[in-house]
C-alpha cells in the first residue's frame, strides 16, 4: 500500500489567497484526521471524519476553514482567504475504526504532511 | 474530555543508556487505547506501540516498551539501549470508545538527543 497520500508537499501563498490541501487516505480506513503542526501549539486536531462524516470540527479555527471527504478515498482542507499564521505543516491521517465501535485501537497512519508558508 | 500531558519537553540521553518519557492522561472513557508515535528532524510521524486500556501486560516493540499505570493514568514509554537515530520527538495520544467517535488527541511531545 503506499500509504496516506498528501499533495501537495509544500505550498507557499500569498496573504488573502485560497489554499487548497489534499489527502488519500489508505484503501479501507474509514477514519481520517487533519491536523496542523506549529512550535507555539504543537499537534492539533482540526476535523475528524468516519465513514465521510465529520465527526469533530471542534478544533476548525475560523469560518476561514473548511474540510470535505466527498468520497472514502479523499478529502480536502481548505483555507480562504489564507493569513500568515496559518503557516503551519498539514497532516492528514487514516485508520481503521471510529463511531463508536470497537476498533478504538486501531493506531492512525500518517501522510508526509504538507508544509504551508503564507507570505 | 481526553487529555494528554507529556511534561517533558526535552531531555538529553546517553547512547546505549535507557531512556523514560512520561506520559499522563485523563479521560472519562472506560475503553480506550494509548500510542505513542516518533517525529524525527525528517517531520514523518511514525507509530511505535500501543496499549489498550483492558490489557493485563505492558506492551513491547523490539526496544520500545511501555509502562502502563491504569490507577495512575500514566503510560510511559520506555527506550531501552538508545541508538543515535532515536534522537526525535515523540507524541503521546490517546483514543477513546467514547470520546467523539474514538477521535485521536495528542500531548505536546517530548524532545529526545541521543549523545554519542
Known amino acids: 500500500d503506499a500509504g496516506v497520500i498528501q499533495s501537495p508537499r509544500h505550498e507557499v501563498t500569498e496573504m488573502g489567497q485560497e489554499v487548497t490541501l489534499r489527502c488519500k487516505p489508505i484503501?479501507?480506513?474509514?477514519?481520517l484526521f487533519w491536523y496542523r503542526q506549529t512550535m507555539m501549539r504543537g499537534l492539533e486536531l482540526l476535523i475528524y471524519?468516519?465513514?465521510?462524516?465529520?465527526?469533530?470540527d471542534s478544533g476548525m479555527p475560523e469560518d476561514r476553514f473548511s474540510a470535505k471527504m466527498p468520497n472514502a478515498s479523499f478529502s480536502t482542507l481548505k483555507i480562504q482567504p489564507s493569513e500568515p499564521r496559518d503557516s503551519a505543516v498539514y497532516f492528514c491521517?487514516?485508520?481503521?475504526?471510529?463511531?463508536?465501535?470497537?476498533?478504538?485501537?486501531?493506531?492512525?497512519?500518517f501522510g508526509q504532511g504538507t508544509r504551508l508558508t503564507v507570505v | 474530555a481526553q487529555k494528554i500531558t507529556q511534561t517533558q519537553p526535552g531531555m538529553f540521553v546517553q547512547e546505549k543508556e535507557a531512556v523514560t518519557l512520561d506520559c499522563t492522561y485523563d479521560?472519562?472513557?472506560?475503553?480506550?487505547?494509548l500510542f505513542w508515535y516518533k517525529q524525527p528532524s525528517s517531520g514523518e510521524m511514525i507509530f511505535l506501540i500501543y496499549?489498550?486500556?483492558?490489557?493485563?501486560q505492558n506492551a513491547t516493540e523490539g526496544r520500545y516498551s511501555l509502562n502502563f499505570q491504569k490507577a495512575r493514568k500514566s503510560a510511559n514509554l520506555v527506550i531501552s539501549a538508545s541508538q543515535l537515530g532515536d534522537s526525535a520527538m515523540y507524541f503521546c495520544?490517546?483514543?477513546?470508545?467514547?470520546?467523539?467517535?474514538?477521535?485521536?488527541?495528542f500531548g505536546g511531545g517530548t524532545r529526545v538527543l541521543v549523545k554519542p
Open positions: 495520544a490517546m483514543r477513546g470508545l467514547k470520546a467523539a467517535g474514538n477521535k485521536l488527541t
Open positions: 479521560t472519562s472513557d472506560p475503553s480506550y487505547g
Open positions: 471524519f468516519n465513514n465521510n462524516v465529520p465527526i469533530d
Open positions: 496499549q489498550g486500556s483492558y490489557d493485563q
Open positions: 491521517a487514516s485508520s481503521l475504526g471510529g463511531g463508536g465501535t470497537g476498533e478504538y485501537l486501531a493506531e492512525a497512519f
Open positions: 484503501s479501507g480506513h474509514n477514519s
